[in-house]
């Protein structure tokens, strides 16, 4: 049988969806008896998301725990709902913390930098989401117990605790928002979701020096396969 509806497989045990603007991940350790979710989307697409997870994993399966590259509303919308309804914790970058308690609201974002996602970010949410005792920091050794053979890299710019994680034994990067695999800034472009390594969401990127330092990390590690928070995988394969 092919992926579920909602769900496509990117590499063993590694699949992942669209939902409305944004990508979530689901990782499988050992079998689909003890899975991770990677991100959350957006609060409006909640229903749909947690059907395509049930569909995959059966119904009433609930994940080890819940990994986010970062806060944003497009990653973090349901972690609160997500995180509750299967009683798991949310790990995330000890920086990411403020925003992921009720602490802090991100910076306004900037709709002047161009691109068809940058003209609404005036309309984007950036108050802060409360996990409370949900929240766990992510280890700074970059292991996490729940992800055996996954490398949690630090890749600060977009925001400052975004990670990224990666598989080394095949390659495969889940860059989150430290590097987009669409122009966002071409209508054309996001319209037919031409890949390409392009920049970070530009509207809600806070440090363009940190961006690049992660993104020169990133390509240091030689990753066969790019997925990022938005626009569609690339392989070796992709044209």
Do not use: I, N
């Given at each position: 049988m092919g992926a579920p509806a909602g769900l496509k497989e990117l590499a063993p045990g590694v699949a992942f969806m669209t939902a409305a603007i944004v990508n979530l991940y689901t990782i499988d350790v050992r079998d689909r008896h003890n899975w991770v979710l990677i991100d959350t989307g957006l609060r409006a697409s909640y229903a749909s998301i947690l059907g395509a997870l049930e569909r995959r994993y059966g119904d009433g399966a609930r994940p080890q725990c819940i990994v986010l590259t970062h806060g944003h509303f497009d990653h973090a919308g349901n972690a609160v709902q997500l995180a509750e309804r299967w009683n798991v914790p949310v790990y995330a970058h000890?920086?990411?913390k403020p925003y992921l308690t009720g602490?802090?609201?991100?910076?306004?974002?900037?709709?002047?930098?161009?691109?068809?996602?940058s003209q609404m970010a005036r309309f984007y949410p950036r108050s802060?989401?409360?996990?409370?005792?949900r929240f766990r920091e992510l280890p700074q050794s970059g292991e996490l117990v729940e992800l055996p053979g996954w490398q949690i890299v630090h890749t600060p710019g977009h925001t400052p605790g975004?990670?990224?994680?990666?598989?080394k034994a095949d390659g495969v990067l889940l860059a989150?928002?430290?590097?987009?695999?669409?122009?966002?800034?071409s209508f054309a472009k996001t319209l037919v979701q031409h890949r390409e390594v392009a920049l970070p969401p530009a509207y809600a990127t806070s440090d363009w020096g940190g961006a690049k330092g992660s993104v020169e990390r990133l390509a240091m590690l030689r990753p066969s396969i790019v997925a990022a928070g938005h626009g569609q995988p690339i392989s070796?394969?992709?044209t």
């Open positions: 000890r920086l990411e602490k802090s609201s991100y910076p306004p974002f900037d709709p002047t930098v161009g691109g068809v996602m802060p989401y409360d996990l409370g005792a975004h990670v990224s994680l990666f598989r989150g928002d430290a590097l987009s695999t669409v122009d966002q800034q070796g394969s992709s």
